[in-house]
């Protein structure tokens, strides 16, 4: 659960900092952050959100051996399990009764570390029905703590961890359609959701709005308990088992940035691949959950954000649940660190100046170092064949230090940190990892132990030149294992731990099932585009691309075409503009196009004498949104173009008494349009929009005459 990267778990410890944050990074000023009280909870406990419609992101629940219903012999894994219990009866011994409010006194079955929410609830519903507000529960309608996977699936209820309420569900059903059906009052559901849960009413693909699920410690108010792990029924292990070998979609890392965390917060460690994109940094991960298939990279845009050379790790800065990136800078005397905010969409970061000096040899890591809810930055120095550790307060924003000291590992240059909570402490011990030959040494050095001298020295039998290393859980027994990211791009785990008795070796978080829809999109494909290898019109569509006509439809990423979308009038400006080289214009031709991305292209067209406007006879606008027809299109291409007039024909048998007749004659003549019904092609389609695909042909054939 500890990691290099950060620590997926949180509490609700709040540490509040309040004063100025300098915010220059390499001499150049940013923005200023005045007050740093928002910073939140920091990381701890497990969090079990059901689903991202409940505000925050949601976590994996852990398969079973089987569908239906559980016995308490049935081994439970993963977080949850770390969390409630290792086995049904495990989870059994830890309920205790609830009377559930406004019930006439009927109690249902509860886990204990739950318990505290409960009550909130309880509380919460007791100022209600004090104000006059009541609503009656059904007994036989109400449901809690049952031991059963979801439906017909392998996945785990959450009512098998004692940490869930079903009321009247009867009257508020589950929906597969998505369609909310309740009887429940606002006020109501609020009483649970301000205690800390999860409504089902709330979530984004289905519907179950009987259904109340404990979100975890970190969102019920007073909630202060700091259990321990239940104990694995494992035994450490050397990390001699390798149990997944696998690729993932980015290949060799290159001049990229590789590292491993969990990327969408979902509670399973992921393959981050960062880049420099335009104006920003692109943040891709490929998902374990999704085995780490070719359709299951995601993927984010931070702007105004670049790499210049830094150290990237992630860690949960804000205490939200989320992986902030933080950009750690050692071109100063100290050590600057840009922190990227996960949960506002990598949009907004904050520029912190430490007291971390820059002594060369850095290598930077991510923990809670004493339990008190923030992230803290570990610093690995290797210099002079000494390597000293220091870790750097988060509740300081880096201004302290709270450890210094001699690993006494001697020259570490060119090796591999990461942390692990090897002893089972809930404090983050240091492993340092490097290749020997054909296997990796691997040396643990525990917080118990002062991080002195090793505890452990294991051998790896992994062939990996390492580009990162994390632990993280992997079959779920509640023991780190070890994942190792090649710079060849193959990523590999072995177990830190003996084989849980009666399950093979297979990670807890899985879907057996799991396979890539066909119409998902690759994330490796040849030419510019990755959606347009169906289109009839593909040679165009590339032309377009590297003529620079088309920049794509997805910015910033500009590696989608969308080749069926249709094409507004603001688009097709664009296209003509970057067609024709136009220069610029300084007059304001329309009135409606203020604040449209497309008003310098619009006015471009214009002073061309490419368009007069949308609203004949006084054409003071120019629509930018409308969707542009075909007969338009003939006179877009026929003005810009200058194709002269073929004389009296009539082509197609579709266009008589339209405006455009004439444009599209001479567009026929031109070669650059052949009809809109092959093969007989004796009919345009004046009044039909134009696709994308089919503007990249006409642009190709107008330009090319091919």
């Known amino acids: 659960m500890w990691s290099r990267h950060g620590i997926r778990f949180r509490f609700s410890t709040v540490a509040l900092v309040t004063g100025i944050v300098s915010t220059v990074l390499g001499g150049q000023a940013t923005a200023e952050v005045a007050s740093v009280d928002t910073i939140g909870e920091g990381v701890g406990e497990a969090t079990f959100v059901e689903s991202w419609g409940c505000g925050e992101p949601a976590t994996i629940g852990p398969k079973a051996g089987k569908v239906g219903w559980l016995s308490d012999s049935e081994l439970l894994r993963g977080p949850r399990a770390d969390f409630f219990g290792r086995s049904v009866g495990q989870v059994r011994d830890n309920l205790v009764w609830w009377e559930i409010p406004m019930s006439g006194g009927t109690t249902r079955q509860v886990h204990a570390r739950a318990l505290p929410g409960f009550l909130q609830v309880t509380a919460n519903l007791a100022a209600e029905q004090a104000n006059g507000r009541y609503y009656s529960v059904r007994p036989q309608h109400s449901y809690g703590f049952t031991p059963r996977t979801i439906g017909s699936r392998s996945r785990i209820s959450q009512h098998a961890f004692g940490n869930a309420m079903d009321i009247n569900s009867t009257t508020n059903p589950y929906r597969g359609d998505n369609v909310l059906v309740t009887d429940m009052p606002s006020w109501y559901v609020q009483a649970w959701t301000d205690a800390g849960f999860c409504w089902g009413g709330d979530w984004e693909s289905v519907k179950d709005p009987m259904h109340f699920s404990w979100m975890g410690p970190a969102f019920t108010p007073g909630y202060d308990e700091q259990y321990l792990s239940f104990p694995p029924n494992t035994s450490t292990a050397n990390f001699t088992t390798r149990v997944l070998s696998s690729s993932t979609e980015f290949g060799p890392v290159g001049d990229d940035t590789r590292i491993l965390g969990d990327g969408n917060g979902d509670g399973v460690r992921d393959v981050y691949n960062i ?407 004796d009919r345009f389609c004046p009044e039909r929009d134009v696709r994308r695909d089919e503007m990249a042909a006409f642009l190709h054939r107008a330009l090319t005459g091919t």
């Not at 949960?343 to 339990?371: C, F, H, K, M, W």
């Not at 910033?556 to 664009?574: I, L, N």
Request: a negative charge; one cysteine or more.
């Open 275 to 681: 880049r420099d994109g335009n104006q920003g940094v692109i943040v891709e991960y490929s998902r374990s959950d999704k085995a780490n298939a070719w359709c299951a990279v995601s993927r984010n845009f931070a702007p105004n954000v670049a790499l210049d050379g830094r150290e990237v790790i992630v860690g949960d800065f804000y205490g939200k649940g989320r992986n902030d990136l933080w950009f750690l800078d050692n071109s100063g005397p100290n050590v600057s660190v840009e922190i990227v905010d996960r949960s506002a969409g990598y949009e907004e970061s904050v520029v912190l100046q430490t007291a971390i000096p820059v002594g060369g040899g850095e290598t930077y890591l991510a923990g809670d170092y004493n339990r008190d809810g923030r992230m803290d930055l570990y610093v690995i120095r290797s210099v002079d064949d000494v390597t000293r550790l220091e870790v750097w307060s988060g509740a300081t924003l880096f201004l302290t230090a709270l450890k210094d000291t001699d690993t006494g590992l001697g020259d570490t240059e060119g090796w591999e940190f990461s942390l692990d909570d090897r002893d089972l402490d809930r404090r983050p011990d240091l492993v340092a990892i490097r290749k020997v030959g054909n296997a990796l040494q691997g040396l643990i050095l525990t917080q118990a132990n002062g991080y002195s001298g090793p505890a452990e020295n294991v051998v790896i039998p992994s062939e990996l030149t390492i580009a990162d290393i994390a632990f993280d859980d992997y079959d779920g027994d509640g023991r780190g294992d070890l994942w190792i990211y090649g710079e060849n791009g193959i990523l590999e785990v072995y177990l830190g731990n003996t084989a849980l008795a009666g399950t093979n070796y297979t990670s807890w978080f899985l879907d057996p099932d799991f396979e890539c829809d066909e119409d998902a999109l690759p994330y490796n494909f040849e030419g510019t585009f990755r959606d347009d290898d169906d289109s009839i019109h593909l040679a165009s569509i590339e032309y377009v691309a590297q003529a620079e006509i088309s920049l794509g439809c997805n910015p910033p990423y500009g590696d989608e075409f969308c080749p069926s979308d249709t094409v507004t009038r603001g688009q097709m400006a664009a296209f003509l503009v970057r067609a024709l080289d136009l220069p610029s214009s300084g007059t304001d031709f329309f009135a409606d196009d203020e604040g449209s991305i497309f008003q310098g292209d619009i006015n471009r067209i214009a002073a061309a004498g490419i368009t007069l406007g949308c609203d004949p006879p006084a054409n003071a606008n120019f629509c930018p949104e409308d969707v542009v027809t075909r007969g338009q299109m003939a006179a877009f291409l026929v003005r810009a173009f200058g194709f002269g007039d073929p004389g009296i024909v009539d082509s197609f048998v579709d266009d008589n008494g339209s405006i455009f007749e004439p444009a599209i004659e001479r567009l026929r003549a031109a070669g650059v349009t052949l009809g809109c019904n092959p093969p007989a092609n």
